[in-house]
């Protein structure tokens, strides 16, 4: 038996087959699991979220936190899965695997999945002003303009048409408060806006 397969059954884990390896772990047995995978040489390389709310095959709980294992030397790679219910919180592996800090940072940003003991927890990627959590199923794909902090912001519309080719701006900026203007901010942005505030010196 090699390597990975013994440390599996060691550890009691069936190995579920699919276009990816991964084992199914309890949540509150994930802890001791990866600490033996660490042992064993395994580094974390990808934290993952998922919501099945809308799937068409059942699971056993509406999300999933997927972690990436791999080791180096022998080129082995496995995939640990937690289940949890929303609002179920997930250990935090920082305290075995420092990568996993901004790593779970980015599932609580955009799954709203909370690592219990992780030293760090907040946004990583949206705005802080930004409600809700944009990778779950649930998430509104509204015409609402995203603005983040320093002033810039997307319009659905505007970006869309930018996509297509049909217009040259994806993004404007909040009245000129980023040139010195301090007229009323223009919301939501146009392609005028946005080529008024390029001429004079704003950010292109």
Do not use: C
Request: aromatic residues 10%; charged residues 30%.
């Amino acid at each position: 038996m090699d390597p990975l397969n013994e440390l599996l059954d060691r550890l009691n884990l069936k190995v579920t087959l699919g276009q990816l390896q991964h084992v199914v772990v309890e949540r509150d047995d994930l802890l001791r699991v990866a600490r033996e995978f660490q042992r064993a040489g395994f580094v974390l390389l990808d934290v993952v979220g998922a919501d099945y709310s809308e799937y068409v095959e059942d699971r056993p709980k509406r999300f999933a936190v997927i972690y990436n294992l791999y080791r180096i030397p022998s080129k082995e790679r496995v995939f640990l899965r937690i289940y949890l219910s929303d609002g179920e919180e997930a250990p935090s592996l920082y305290s075995i695997w420092k990568a996993a800090n901004y790593l779970e940072r980015e599932v609580y940003d955009l799954m709203g999945i909370v690592f219990l003991n992780h030293p760090d927890l907040r946004k990583v990627l949206t705005p802080e002003d930004l409600e809700g959590h944009p990778l779950r199923k649930d998430f509104p794909l509204g015409e609402t303009p995203t603005l983040f902090n320093e002033g810039r912001f997307i319009d659905p519309p505007t970006f869309r048409a930018g996509l297509s080719g049909q217009e040259k701006g994806l993004t404007g900026w909040r009245g000129g408060e980023r040139v010195g203007d301090q007229s009323t901010p223009s919301f939501p942005p146009t392609v005028d806006v946005f080529e008024q505030n390029v001429s004079k010196g704003g950010p292109k």
